[in-house]
């Protein structure tokens, strides 16, 4: 079944671990982003990626960093994590709709991360 | 640089009712428009997009419409039901793929 998959659901960790968040899509799309949303809070984009060796920062300045070596991967790294990186993190990827620019995109369940 | 807002931040209604969710932008620039669903601490679930070049869409009890020139959407919930409580949330795609999110409307559909 073409999905999108985010592990770990929910991630407790001290100041100071390196933490990987992961991402991947079993969908075939080029396209995938990274958003981060407090509780309560609007999503902000942090980083997308058109396809593979391709990414970007978003909107948002985050100290995290992404990959983009295969195509359905997209995995977000925190290589020293603080209590301001609490958050979740969502992960999505898009397809182009066949219109000029025109993409839908699909949204995995999240990673609720905590930083003691 | 492109705002999205939505009105009203939070809605309680009685179930049965039929209700409307209200999103407004700034650029009139846009690919498309998406709606959203979340439930809290969860992911995003799509409900409805809209093309460009679409006035609107229907899905079950769900219909969205688009009023790009005035930059304008909204949704329409029919016979609103409690599993229907979540934050609805409203996005439309820029130039860049990217997509500008509104700060939701919460919903509550009381039995």
């Known amino acids: 079944e073409a999905d999108i998959y985010q592990t770990p659901r929910y991630l407790v960790i001290g100041t100071g671990k390196k933490i990987t968040l992961e991402c991947s899509q079993t969908m075939g799309h080029d396209k995938m982003y990274w958003y981060q949303q407090d509780p309560g809070m609007e999503l902000h984009l942090i980083h997308y990626s058109y396809g593979v060796n391709s990414t970007e920062k978003g909107d948002l300045s985050s100290e995290s960093t992404v990959s983009r070596i295969r195509t359905e991967h997209f995995p977000l790294t925190l290589e020293s994590a603080r209590p301001s990186h609490t958050s979740q993190y969502l992960c999505?990827?898009?397809?182009?709709?066949?219109?000029?620019?025109?993409?839908?995109?699909?949204f995995g369940p999240g990673t609720r991360l905590t930083v003691l | 640089k492109q705002e999205v807002t939505q009105i009203p931040a939070a809605l309680s209604v009685p179930e049965g009712e039929n209700l409307v969710l209200n999103c407004s932008f700034t650029?009139?620039?846009?690919?498309?428009l998406q709606w959203f669903r979340q439930d809290p601490g969860k992911g995003l679930t799509s409900l409805l997009l809209?093309?460009?070049?679409?006035r609107e869409q229907t899905s079950g009890r769900l219909n969205a419409s688009l009023d790009k020139s005035s930059g304008r959407s909204t949704l329409y919930i029919a016979a609103s039901q409690p599993g229907d409580s979540a934050t609805y949330l409203c996005?439309?795609?820029?130039?860049?793929?990217?997509?500008?999110f509104g700060s939701g409307t919460r919903l509550l559909v009381r039995p």
């Open positions: 999505a990827s898009s397809t182009h709709l066949g219109g000029q620019g025109e993409n839908e995109q699909f």
């Open positions: 650029d009139s620039a846009i690919y498309n």
């Open positions: 809209i093309q460009s070049s679409q």
């Open positions: 996005a439309v795609e820029d130039s860049s793929y990217k997509l500008i």
